[in-house]
């Protein structure tokens, strides 16, 4: 199986930033697309960033040009910049990943347990 592992988050005052990190473990021969979506109170969950597996990238409005994801396909880990962060950034932040574990297998979906962003003063 495939474990997605966030780390990162934490509280962080308005305007400060922070680095979100996913590592994949687990069998793992190849990884798509990978992408970051975050749930607020209440709310449906989002999608903020999405790379796929040729370094692709889009964002939502709400966060382009304060948010970067980058990928390391060696390390099988991707990472999410926050900048300029906002109150309303505050959210349980996820990853979620395709990933084939062998040649012959298709590309299955995983979701990470969630990190919490808080952004407050």
């Known amino acids: 199986q495939v474990q997605l592992l966030e780390s990162g988050g934490g509280l962080v005052q308005p305007g400060g930033s922070l680095r979100l990190s996913c590592a994949a473990s687990g069998r793992i021969w190849s990884i798509s697309a990978v992408a970051w979506y975050r749930q607020a109170p209440g709310k449906e969950r989002e999608l903020v960033a999405r790379i796929n597996s040729g370094g692709g990238t889009n964002y939502p409005d709400s966060v382009k040009g304060r948010f970067t994801i980058s990928r390391d396909n060696g390390m099988n880990t991707v990472s999410l910049q926050m900048n300029s962060l906002k109150a309303e950034d505050t959210a349980i932040y996820y990853c979620?990943?395709?990933?084939?574990?062998?040649?012959?297998?298709?590309?299955?979906?995983?979701w990470g347990q969630g990190t919490q962003v808080t952004v407050s003063s």
């Open positions: 979620n990943a395709d990933v084939r574990s062998s040649l012959r297998d298709p590309y299955h979906n995983y």
